[in-house]
């Protein structure tokens, strides 16, 4: 009951600052600074649990602020010191509640069986081609036996690139905007493309059966 209060109170403090406090953490962050470093990565901390503005947006501030190296390393900070937070929470906060809502939905259960067949790939997999949200993977990972240590590290590997890319593009914003907007854009159209094919082999394979 103690965990379930704490982790209770500890997401209430998260999103009643991502909503009330999230202008003035954007003014703070624009001011760059050193404390405008440990306020980005307490921002993207919180946008894993509660994306009050939407990441993309976020990691590109941080990185026409910081600069592509800073930027990355701000931007994954904070994405694992939220991720592993969510990883935890999940395994010990809210563990039965999160478990009997997961055993009504099967589709949910066959993720699991994915997760658990051989966990660092599958996580880096899910990090690098989003076909599961994230908050997904976070809850069945702190559900399952997935170890943490696995789970930082396929999950760090796993979102490099896409924080990198978004860096960049933030980076070159104010110089080149047309480049931005495409490099972003050609990395969203990749990824579409694999989850749609994906999918389509997946249903094609449902069909065959």
């Known amino acids: 009951m103690g965990k379930r209060i704490l982790s209770i109170s500890m997401l209430i403090i998260i999103v009643t600052i991502g909503l009330l406090q999230k202008d003035e953490l954007l003014t703070l962050i624009k001011e760059g600074g050193i404390l405008s470093l ?3 990565m307490l921002f993207v901390a919180i946008c894993v649990f509660f994306p009050v503005i939407p990441f993309p947006v976020l990691a590109g501030i941080i990185g026409s602020v910081f600069g592509t190296t800073q930027g990355v390393i701000v931007s994954l900070t904070g994405a694992m010191a939220g991720t592993m937070a969510f990883f935890f929470l999940s395994r010990y906060g809210f563990r039965d509640y999160a478990q009997s809502k997961l055993m009504t939905k099967p589709k949910i259960q066959e993720y699991e069986s994915f997760l658990n067949r051989n966990s660092f790939l599958a996580i880096l ?14 809850i069945i990972c ?5 170890n943490g240590l696995v ?10 690139p896409n924080i990198l890319i978004l860096s960049y593009a933030g980076a070159s914003f104010s110089s080149n905007k047309l480049f931005s907007f495409g490099l972003y854009g050609g990395y969203i159209l990749v990824i579409f493309l694999i989850n749609f094919v994906v999918m389509y082999r997946k249903m094609s394979k449902g069909s065959a059966n």
């Open 125 to 138: 997999t899910c990090r690098l081609i989003p076909i599961i949200p994230a908050p997904v993977v976070n």
């Open 142 to 146: 702190g559900l399952s036996k997935v």
């Open 151 to 160: 789970f930082f590290s396929a999950s760090t590997i796993g979102k490099l």
């Open 38 to 40: 440990f306020i980005s």
